[in-house]
């Protein structure tokens, strides 16, 4: 059996091959669709491949894009967990719960603004947790005293 050689596999440019299979696992009772994506980034050797199992139909690009962005929102909802404690709505109300969270949501909106504008580009990217720990860092003063840390 011969490998597999693309064209553009030497070359300096990014290869991106989609393909679909069907996959049985041994505790299901019907085989699952399974789309697949290989990736040759520019410059490397090294592959990244995707392996996605779904019962979208259709076109197997569309189905990663969709995926990717459900797990890109992912991302966000993560963030917002770590770093505006979006997490924190366990109050009986949902009145409350709602209100709560829209406030976290608008402290995000703000922030993100405050980060395109005033900050330098190189901490633009930074998550919030790193850009607040570099502001503190530069207007503070820490210091360990008898077991505590305190910032001055």
């Given amino acids: 059996m011969k490998p597999y050689s693309h064209p553009d596999y030497m070359t300096n440019q990014k290869v991106v091959v989609f393909g679909e299979f069907e996959y049985q696992a041994g505790s299901r009772k019907h085989p699952r669709r399974v789309v697949a994506k290989a990736e040759k980034p ?3 050797l090294a592959h990244n491949f995707m392996y996605i199992v779904t019962n979208i139909k259709g076109d197997i690009e569309f189905a990663v894009k969709f995926y990717c962005g459900r797990g890109q929102m992912e991302n966000y909802i993560k963030k917002g967990k770590e770093d505006f ?9 949902k009145i ?24 330098p580009e190189s901490m633009r990217k930074d998550r919030m947790s790193t850009i607040r720990l570099n502001l503190m860092k530069i207007v503070s003063r820490v210091i360990h005293y008898a077991g505590k840390t305190i910032f001055k």
């Fill in 42 to 44: 520019a410059d490397s």
């Fill in 96 to 119: 409350v719960n709602a209100c709560r969270l829209q406030t976290h949501a608008l402290a995000y909106t703000i922030i993100n603004y405050m980060r395109r504008l005033l900050l």
């Fill in 85 to 93: 404690a979006f997490k924190a709505v366990s109050r009986k109300s």
